[in-house]
């Protein structure tokens, strides 16, 4: 291959490369999303948790030195968050959208105030693994560094699918997702499950804010986030609340993310915001080609979106 | 293993300022099987819900075999072998079979072994009197189906006193006498203890051996059914109030066709097609009753002619004219309907009674002159129709929401028999409603009826369309599979037909519908 004209190779490669480091904070925020509403409650807070665990996750690696430290730590803020939205949830006649909204909001604006002493520092980054060091191609090989999020991202859907067939939780989040009443008369406790289902939702979703600070794009500003936590949510959705279909979908989303920077490394900038928006736009179509008037969205769990009075 | 006896004594359960179970002493003899008798509201289920856990009393004492015991939650009443066959049913849709067998156990390892569980159950689908098929999907089962499913999973969790909820609210009556038969039999080996909860005099007559009898809280009567009539069981279960019985059908001969259908087709929530192509014909002065087990296509088909659901294929035609649901039409051709679940489909839930009334004629006179309501004449309306189908609310403002079901049905009735009515449409109608309550509903049907309605009644109580229709068309997967006079009809024909066993005998009369 000439490096001096790599042409279409050269989007191909760095839109897969985008994808796999685009992708990975959309994994995580829809695998817990995807937890949580399986337990029949949705979470629109999320972006808020992401935020929240990007600016935790950097303070602490910025503080300590250790990445891994500031994931965990991110993990923990989103774990607080989502169960301040499980309890409230909880509480009688609370409308769980109305309060993930309020959570969203009140998640970036905590993260904004108590991020402002780490915009300037830099934090040390999360590891990669060069997959591509076969090649000689500076393209492949910046492609092909793969951070280990991503794989513990594929190896987590994997076993979320699993889970909820083969063990007792999963069984358990599903029933109390598809049928309070069946749930109820089973001795289950609704509330303890969609709580912890919620919390459980909200560490997935902070570890993935902090991918954004500690990989890619790699520090704490106020625009880090543009939208990955809201967009998650209609990934769910998309994905037929499946596990698999998640990480399919966060790739698909993530290569369209990549698609206006992939452009621009070829010379192509043009229209480079409008190729930006490629995510936005798929959202938008893929929701209008697989919604219909007359089906109910096969896979949707039964109590999701029952609105309590 | 024995058939368990059960003492309740002096329970008494309190919800606010409202007692829904008033110091009952009942015993419940091993073995037996024995009917909670009552109307809606009776305490039948609440002192159930007691006995598993899912309420606590607030007085009063459980004796199991012998011993006292506490019962404060489900769990405690698994332990003890109670199990409750609910009348809504508690399996989850989006699982499989197997999947709320094994769930329903409770004591789940952490990993479930699927190969071994599959084998467990194989095997003790094979012990069982009747199955269900393990790798379906809840959602894909059949009404029936879900009952035993039910009845099954309380076997395979191996509880000892069973209790059913109105357990054949929507079987056939094939059906409901199968499972039924087999959970008496089951009893009477002393394998099982049985409580049935109804208001159907003749599940109680036919199988229970012992019937307690439930009203407004107390325990009003009890005895063996082989010593009590059903005359008495009525007198005890309603009290001195008067039952009025249906208006009697004026024998005349049906007019001309008012609303038919020729190869309708419509489709369901999933995208399937739930009914198809089907042809009918509804004459004035006449009921067309439809039979079949629910999830048939009924629903569907009656919110197409409501207009709730699009036309697929085919087309509706009213008076002989193409009729597409609008308003317009509606009012033009005086179409009424009472659908099923009125406070859902008929209903603003939380606009006022006398609103609720006016849905119909608020834009005519003399409701409406112009752009602006009357509200005078509004609520002089409303209390008349209040007054006039008895219905109770404590004033014509309340939100009609805050009504009983009854009551709600009452209101629409009125709404929609209220003015001259050429087409009625009708599904279910007193679907778990008391006695006097559907005496009255039925009486307003027929009355319709003899003034010249043409009525299209969709049920799936078939007792209920024998009492009121003139011809009866079973409905199955969909399409019309049989068509009988009500007067001669046969029970047990028209239930094959109902379950799919269209093969077996011949079909008694020519569909004429199709023709018409």
């Known amino acids: 291959m000439d490096n001096n004209d790599i042409g279409m190779w050269g989007i191909l490669i760095a839109v897969i490369g985008g994808a796999i480091r685009v992708s990975t904070p959309f994994l995580f925020v829809s695998l817990g999303e995807c937890l949580t509403e399986k337990s029949g409650r949705i979470n629109l807070g999320l972006e808020g948790i992401l935020v929240m665990g990007a600016m935790s996750g950097y303070g602490i690696a910025y503080l300590t030195g250790s990445p891994w430290l500031g994931v965990l730590v991110a993990g923990l803020s989103g774990c607080v968050l989502g169960s301040l939205h499980g309890f409230i949830c909880g509480l009688p006649r609370v409308n769980d959208i109305a309060t993930g909204i309020g959570l969203m909001l009140f998640g970036t604006g905590l993260a904004f105030f108590l991020g402002k002493p780490f915009v300037q520092p830099k934090a040390p980054s999360l590891p990669a693994i060069p997959f591509g060091f076969w090649s000689s191609s500076p393209q492949i090989k910046a492609a092909l560094q793969v951070n280990v999020l991503f794989l513990l991202g594929i190896a987590l859907a994997f076993a979320m699918h699993w889970a909820f067939r083969n063990t007792r939780w999963g069984l358990i989040v599903r029933t109390v997702g598809d049928s309070a009443d069946a749930a109820l008369a089973m001795g289950f406790s ?10 459980a939702g909200g560490f997935l979703a902070g570890i993935g804010g902090s991918f954004l600070s500690l990989y890619y794009p790699g520090s704490w500003n106020e625009s880090l986030s543009s939208g990955q936590g809201l967009m998650a949510v209609a990934l769910v959705i998309f994905a037929r609340w499946r596990p698999l279909y998640c990480f399919g979908a966060s790739l698909l989303f993530g290569g369209a993310g990549a698609l206006g920077p992939a452009l621009q490394s070829v010379g192509i900038t043009s229209g480079y ?25 096969a896979g949707a769990p039964g109590e999701l979106g029952v609105i309590r009075a | 293993m024995a058939a368990p006896a059960l003492q309740v004594i002096g329970m008494t359960k309190r919800f606010g300022a409202m007692t829904a179970l008033d110091n009952v002493t009942i015993n419940f003899e091993p073995g037996k099987v024995h009917a909670l008798l009552g109307e809606n509201g009776a305490g039948k289920s609440t002192l159930v819900k007691c006995l598993v856990g899912f309420y606590s009393a607030n007085e009063g004492q459980v004796i199991y075999d012998g011993r006292e015991v506490a019962i404060k939650t489900p769990f405690d009443a698994a332990a003890l072998g109670i199990g409750m066959v609910y009348q809504q049913f508690t399996l989850v849709p989006s699982m499989t079979v197997e999947e709320n067998l094994v769930l329903s156990r409770g004591n789940l390892p952490m990993k479930i072994k699927w190969s071994e569980e599959t084998k467990a159950l194989r095997a003790f689908m094979a012990r069982m009197p009747f199955q269900v098929p393990l790798e379906k999907q809840i959602s894909s089962l059949a009404a029936g189906e879900k009952q035993r499913l039910e009845i099954l999973k309380q076997l395979y969790l191996d509880r000892r006193l069973i209790i059913l909820d109105e357990p054949t609210s929507v079987l056939t009556l094939e059906e409901a006498d199968e499972a039924l038969g087999l959970i008496r039999d089951m009893a009477h080996r ?30 009003v009567g009890e005895g063996k059914v082989a010593e009590l009539s059903p005359d008495q069981m009525a007198e005890m279960m309603i009290g001195s ?28 929530d999933g995208g399937l097609t739930a009914v198809h192509g089907v042809n009918l014909a509804v004459k004035s002065g006449e009921i067309l009753g439809i039979a079949g087990v629910s999830g048939n296509g009924q629903r569907e088909l009656i919110e197409c002619l409501l207009g709730q659901r699009p036309v697929a294929g085919g087309m509706v035609k009213v008076k002989g004219e193409p009729y597409s649901m609008t308003r317009r039409e509606i009012q033009k051709h005086k179409i009424f309907s009472l659908p099923e679940e009125p406070l859902r489909n008929a209903c603003v839930p939380n606009m006022s009674v006398a609103g609720n009334m006016a849905l119909r004629s608020f834009d005519q006179q003399p409701l409406a002159s112009g752009p602006l309501l009357h509200y005078g004449a509004l609520g002089s309306m409303a209390k008349r129709l209040i007054a006039e189908f008895r219905v109770k609310t404590s004033s014509p403002e309340a939100p009609i929401r805050t009504l009983s079901g009854g009551n709600v049905q009452r209101a629409v009735l009125a709404r929609e028999l209220s003015a001259e009515v050429d087409v009625l449409i009708v599904a279910n109608p007193v679907f778990g409603l008391d006695f006097a309550a559907v005496a009255d509903i039925h009486s307003r049907i027929v009355a319709a009826r003899n003034r010249g309605a043409a009525v299209l009644l969709v049920s799936e109580d078939l007792d209920e369309l024998l009492e009121l229709a003139d011809r009866i068309l079973v409905i199955f997967e969909g399409e019309f599979v049989y068509e009988t006079p009500a007067a001669n009809a046969d029970t047990s024909i028209i239930g094959r037909y109902m379950a799919g066993h269209a093969s077996t005998p011949a079909a008694v009369a020519a569909p004429e519908a199709v023709a018409a």
């Open chain 2, 190 to 219: 002393d394998e099982i203890s049985v409580i049935i909860i109804t208001h159907k005099f003749r599940e109680v007559t036919s199988f229970a051996d012992n019937v307690s009898v439930l009203r407004r809280g107390k325990l």
């Open chain 1, 273 to 297: 915001y409008l190729f930006n928006a490629a995510p936005y736009v798929l959202t938008l179509g893929i929701m209008i080609a697989t919604s219909s008037t007359k089906h109910s969205l």
């Open chain 1, 190 to 199: 609704v509330r303890t499950v969609r709580t912890l289902a919620t919390a």
């Open chain 2, 241 to 268: 109030r008067q039952i009025k019985t249906s208006a009697d059908k004026i024998v005349h001969e049906a007019g001309a066709v008012r609303l038919e259908t020729i190869g309708l087709t419509v489709g369901d």
